[in-house]
């Protein structure tokens, strides 16, 4: 299969990888999220190419999950917003960052710690049912794919083992 067609697979985490998923992507969301929204600062904090940082903003932007807005008229210059697309993606963030926080930990502690405005106090935000507000993960969580994502499965599968003959 190739990368553009991923984005087409039956399956929401394919759809979301096809868009968000490489490192400079994810720095440019990051970067969004800490205030960022000038190109030049996006290409300075991230560390990517200019050829990089323009595609990939522009991905974004034609993704919906990052609007331009002008902020200089001559010439013009644009700077890049979270949409409310965009700014649901937080909480993914906020896992990955956790995720790294413990099994990518360096040492010298946790780079970027999250403090809750409510309570003032430093959090480790974590993933809870929406109808009985118990904390999940792998452990008490099942997936059920859809009959429709089952059928695209097992023609992968078979597709695979055809060309493998």
């Not at 644009?78 to 949409?83: D, G, I, K, N």
């Not at 700014?87 to 995720?99: E, K, P, Q």
Request: charged share 30%.
């Amino acid at each position: 299969m190739r990368w553009d067609d991923v984005g087409r697979q039956i399956c929401s985490v394919a759809r979301t990888t096809a868009i968000l998923g490489d490192r400079w992507t994810m720095l440019l969301i990051r970067e969004a999220f800490l205030g960022t929204r000038r190109f030049d600062e996006f290409r300075a904090l991230t560390g990517a190419s200019p050829q990089i940082t323009a595609t990939r903003l522009e991905r974004l932007v034609k993704a919906g999950i990052l609007r331009k807005a002008p902020y200089q008229e001559r010439p013009t210059r644009y700077e890049y917003r979270l949409t409310p697309m965009g700014r649901d993606l937080h909480s993914a963030l906020i896992s990955l960052m956790t995720w790294g926080d413990k099994w990518l930990n360096d040492g010298r502690g946790v780079p970027n710690p999250l403090r809750h405005s409510t309570c003032g106090e430093i959090t480790r935000p974590k993933l809870v049912c929406d109808c009985c507000d118990e904390a999940v993960g792998v452990e008490n969580l099942i997936s059920e794919p859809s009959a429709r994502m089952q059928r695209q499965r097992h023609k992968m599968l078979a597709e695979s083992a055809a060309t493998e003959i």
